[in-house]
């Protein structure tokens, strides 16, 4: 009798938990500025494409910052906090350290904004727009960003080092942090494909290169040429995550992985003879496919425990806590 009134307790506190985690991304709505900021939109737009025009590899790195600033605490602006001599932030954790980068955009846009509407929109919700527009100004989907998000007081040095995958991760360990977060394994994939973009460093890559066999050797040995193999040299070295159009948003980075061709370990385990293989040929064959199950993953990403209400700030300038 005790075991079954415990177990419908366990079962209401799940369902409460349920109930609460999706009461905070409900308050989210594509419309939630459009009053007290019309101009939002607009602003951020002209600013992001702008640093495009200057250098196209920055679509890539917002939208890696939204992906980065997700997996810790939600998405909350706390990626983008400076650290100070009383307060550590997530940008020196080893996944952000010397890597993510962009961060004078998301300045750059944080003032476009107050200019126009002062005090009213988050830095989390400027994130989310710009890695939006990010995607569309190389060629991908657009959707409607969902927005209400207010920005954290707080950061998560240690949750930044171990809830963000690492290009080392197989397809299990992949799996579990997206499930971590609220993400399936459906999501996992397509999300992975914003590789579709952007560079990554040879540190990150040399030990597939050099060490593994699931990789097309033609291919390894191309990278090789700009990644020693001696750790310490060169390991800032770029390469295209997508060897054919680093610049451009479509699925070639999905039919490089069934070439063997994916350039991060972590980027192949998606097509490596495991569960995904299928998915990952679904995408070759269909673009659309793709797009589709990218823009539910984005959003889906953009739910993850979002502050509104009263809760954190609207921060005026995104690198420190008002």
């Known amino acids: 009798m005790a075991a ?16 609460l985690a999706g009461t905070s991304s409900a308050q989210l709505s594509s419309s939630f500025y459009s009053s007290s900021c019309p ?16 250098e ?15 997996f810790v605490q939600g998405c909350d602006a706390s990626l983008l906090l400076d650290d100070t001599a009383s307060f550590q932030g997530e940008k020196m954790a080893k996944p952000n350290n010397g890597s993510v980068r962009g961060f004078e955009v998301i300045d750059a846009i944080k003032s476009a904004v107050e200019k126009a509407c002062p005090g009213v929109v988050s830095c989390a919700d400027i994130l989310a727009i710009a890695a939006r527009d990010s995607v569309v100004i190389l060629g991908g989907p ?20 171990n809830n963000i995958p690492p290009p080392t991760s197989g397809l299990a360990n992949l799996t579990s ?5 609220g993400l399936s394994q459906k999501d996992m994939v397509a999300l992975s494909g914003a590789h579709t973009i952007g560079l990554a460093r040879c540190t990150n890559f040399r030990a597939h290169i050099y060490n ?20 310490g040299t060169g390991d800032n070295n770029l390469a295209p995550l997508d060897l054919q159009t680093p610049t451009v948003f479509e699925n070639n980075y999905y039919k490089n992985l069934v070439s063997k061709k994916g350039l991060l370990h972590s980027d192949q385990e998606l097509f490596n003879g495991g569960a995904t293989d299928a ?3 679904s995408y070759v064959s269909s673009q659309s496919t793709f797009f589709a199950d990218f823009v539910t993953g984005m959003i889906k990403m953009g739910d993850i425990t979002p502050l ?15």
């Open 4 to 19: 079954r009134a415990s177990a419908a307790a366990a079962r209401c506190i799940a369902l409460l938990l349920i109930l």
């Open 39 to 54: 101009g939002l939109y607009s602003a951020v737009k002209s600013v992001v494409q702008s640093a495009i025009a200057r």
């Open 56 to 70: 196209k590899r920055m679509a890539a790195s917002i939208v890696r910052l939204f992906f980065h600033d997700c």
């Open 142 to 161: 657009t959707w409607n960003v969902k927005l209400g998000r207010r920005d954290s007081t707080a950061a998560s040095f240690s949750g930044a080092n």
């Open 177 to 181: 942090l997206f499930a971590a977060q």
């Open 212 to 231: 593994e066999t699931d990789i097309d050797g033609t291919f390894a040995r191309t990278r090789q040429s700009g990644c020693p193999s001696t750790s």
């Open 279 to 281: 998915q990952v040929q």
């Open 308 to 322: 509104t209400g009263s809760k954190g700030e609207i921060r005026k300038n995104c690198r420190r806590i008002n």
